[in-house]
Structures are given as structure tokens and as C-alpha cells.
């Protein structure tokens, strides 16, 4: 397998600096207080990319009216112009809907769920201010940039609300969303919302935290679950929760639920690919002598390419980005599409430049565009 890092000379510095892996979206000082999260990418049409990030950070209004940026590539991810910036969207997912982008997240940290659209491949985009243009829902939700998928008559993705507790992990309580194809997404009538479930402190003998980030996708016999992200002491679990066909319902059994995937500490995209019947996915991957070390959810200073048949399973085919320093430098939150025989990603990347670096491995400094080549060949 052949990995390119196609090196950015120009982006928001003029002083040298040795740069990350990868081509050069965007970037942010950490003096700057805000930091660069929620990776999304989607391809327009043929070599035309759109990527996305939003901020967070002390210095960022994550809090009150989060801010996602829009980056469009019209020659296969070489280079990358800004061009639109959206105030209240955070957590989005960026997809391509009937030759229609949207950004479907929440307006802020623990905000509102929200969508809105782009006629224009990304340059304009619609404001949710009411249920009928985009405002889905008013409460406090959690997500990430998750797939969303078309299975079934319906479009789906996983969100978590946020309204168990008010604690990391405790308050995660796991759903799901769909709507019927050709439906107005931007109507909050079109949405189905499936029941909570909350999380229980006796699951993994006691030692589960909490799970957030879910992924929605579709089962070799024709069902759909939601995989989680498992927060547990030793790391290495996900959750599946089983989903109804009408959406409405979702369900847990803790004694089959829980499966081993190291990549489970931190936030996954799995994707299901039809050419060969198996599951993919970008994630950390922690070695055993780190967990030994810290918490396996704070090493992510390794990206791995993995696979499964049954996403019980799973096996390492190559390492893509890894640096040996735990504390300052992450590659994370990737997220990815296939493109023919190649897969694309965008990754959350904490690392070094001219001001000192990210101020720690969680906190990204830059967004990186990344070529996995003949994917499936290299892990034959």
C-alpha cells in the first residue's frame, strides 16, 4: 500500500516549521485558545472535494454559536481555499444529498440539533431559525461528525442527548434519527426520533463511563445498529445497539452488545464497502505498553486502517500516520469516503509548527487531507 503525504507550503504561516503528514487545510496557533475539531469531508463531483472543521477551544464560542468552516478542492485534495464560514453549526456531518449538500449537527456544545443546505456546492448555505428551515430540534444533543447513510427508504444518522446527567459520560444517552427519502430535510416533521438509552454504571463490571459518537450501519442480513464509542478503563470496546426498521426503537443487550475493537476509545468511522462484503474503518489504535501507561482514550498519537467482516472481528492492514510522542501530538476524529479504489480522509491533527506546537494531543492546531491508494489491494 502506498500512503502519499502531499506537503502544503502555504497555509497561515510564513515562518518554517516542519509540517504534518498529509496536505495542509487549515490551521490555528494553540495561543489562539481555539482549536480545530469535528473533521467532515464529502466529494461534489468528480475531483471536486468539500471539507469542514469547526472550533472549540477557551477562546472559541463553541458555547453560545459554534463556528464551522467550509473548504472546497477542485483538484483532488492538492490544494484548499476556504469558502463559506456558518455560525451556529458544531458536531456536523457533512453529506451529499440529491445533488444537495448539507451540514447536519447541533448549533453548539450540548445545543440544538440542526441542518442546513447548500444549492451552491458549499459556497451559500441556509440558516436553521425555525422547524420548517432546518431547526430540528431544541434541547441539548451531543454528536460528532458520524456517518449518515441512505438505507432501507430512509436517511439516518446516531446522535446522543445529552440530558442524563450533567457529567461527561453519565449524561450520553444513545438514538437515532432518520427521514423518509424525498422528504424535506429541512422540516423537523420529516425526522423520526428512535427512544433514549441511557447508559448503566453495572455494565463491564462496573467499569463503563459512559458511550457517545455512534455510528449508523447496515448488517450483512439486512438490519441497521448503531456502534458506539465505549469510554472504559482499559479501553478496547465498542457497544452495538440494535435498530428497528420503522427507526422508533432502539435496544441494548449488555451480555451481546459489548464486542472487542481497540479502536473503541476514541471516536471511529466505519463504512460499509460493497466490493468486498466487509466494514472499514480510520482509528487510534493504542499499543498494549501505552494502555499499560494512561487511558487508552488519550493516546492517539497512532492511525491505523482496519477492517472486519461482522464488526466483531477486526484486523490492522497498515498504519497510516503515527508519531512517538503521546503528550503533543494526535491524528483523530478522521474522517473519510471511498473514491473508487482510494479513500480520502481529513484528520484532526495535533503537531508541530513554528509557535510551539498543539497545546496537547486533543487539542488540533491543524486539519490535514490525506490518499490512501488501492486500499483494498494492500490489504489483501
Known sequence: MRLFFLLSLTFSTSIFAELPPGVVIAHSCANTGIYIGSPGIVIVRDGVYLAKHDEFGPMSTEHSLAVTHVYRSEDKGASWKRIA????????????????????????????????????????????????????????????????????????????D??????????YRAFVISAPLGSNLLDSSSWTFSNCIPKSKEWLN????????GNIIPTLDGKLVNMLRVDTRNGGKSAIISVSEDGKTVSFDPNLGFVNFNGGSTKFTIRFDDKTK??????????????????????RNTLVLAFSPDL????????????????KHGFQYADWVFENDDIIAVVRTAYDDAFGGANNFHDANYLTFHRIESFRKSCE
Not at 445529552?162 to 449524561?171: C, E, F, I, L, V
Request: proline share 5%; aromatic share 14%; glycine share 8%.
Open 85 to 160: 464560514t456558518l455560525k451556529g453549526m458544531f458536531w456536523a456531518s457533512i453529506f451529499q444529498y440529491n445533488d444537495v449538500i448539507y451540514l447536519l449537527g447541533t448549533d453548539r456544545h450540548h445545543g440544538n440539533i440542526v441542518i442546513s443546505k447548500s444549492d451552491d456546492e458549499g459556497y451559500t448555505w441556509t440558516e436553521p431559525i425555525s422547524k420548517k428551515s432546518g431547526l430540528i430540534d431544541t434541547a441539548q444533543y451531543h454528536t460528532a461528525p458520524v456517518p449518515i447513510i441512505q438505507f432501507n427508504g430512509r436517511i439516518w444518522r446516531a446522535f446522543e
Open 162 to 171: 445529552a440530558m442524563g446527567s450533567d457529567k461527561w459520560g453519565d449524561r
Open 206 to 213: 462496573g467499569e463503563f463511563y459512559g458511550w457517545l459518537e
Open 278 to 299: 466487509k466494514y472499514w474503518t480510520l482509528c487510534n489504535w493504542p499499543a498494549p505498553e501505552q494502555i499499560k501507561e494512561r487511558h487508552s482514550a488519550r493516546i
Open 312 to 327: 466483531k472481528d477486526w484486523k490492522v492492514c497498515s498504519t497510516l500516520l503515527h508519531h512517538p510522542d503521546m503528550d
